[in-house]
């Protein structure tokens, strides 16, 4: 699956894994959230409910990757790497940003959009609905 980071007049694209976790993400897309700095490594915000756990649990991460912390429930992405580990119990990391990272930079605050921008590919099971298409 693809998403859209839209932040401002910027977009960057990541791919979602296939992972339990990275679906049920999938399924609160369209999603804007209020982006906050943490460390001058990552920008976090928390999530309108938590996520399934079906993902494998790390202390590490890479640049880029877009990452779940369950105690929040919280959405992060890291823009830089300052060699410390995540405490426990880790994050989950539901995908990866392609490029723009730059873009996160900065201790302010920022205004994150969250798209589906492309389904899950064929093979992949398919993204779960949210409640507003359940309805439907």
Known sequence: MKIRLT???KALTAKLSNSATARDFASLL???????DLFQREKYAHLPRALSN??????TYALGDIAYWS?????????????EVIPDPGIIVLGRVASGLETLKGRDALKVKFELIEP???GEAP???SRSETRR
């Open 7 to 9: 932040i401002g007049e």
């Open 30 to 36: 369209p999603l804007t959230l209020k982006m906050n």
């Open 54 to 59: 079906g993902g494998t649990h790390t202390q």
């Open 71 to 83: 105690p929040g429930p919280d959405v992060a992405v890291f823009y830089r790497h300052d060699g």
């Open 120 to 122: 899950a590919e064929a």
């Open 127 to 129: 993204r779960p609905q």
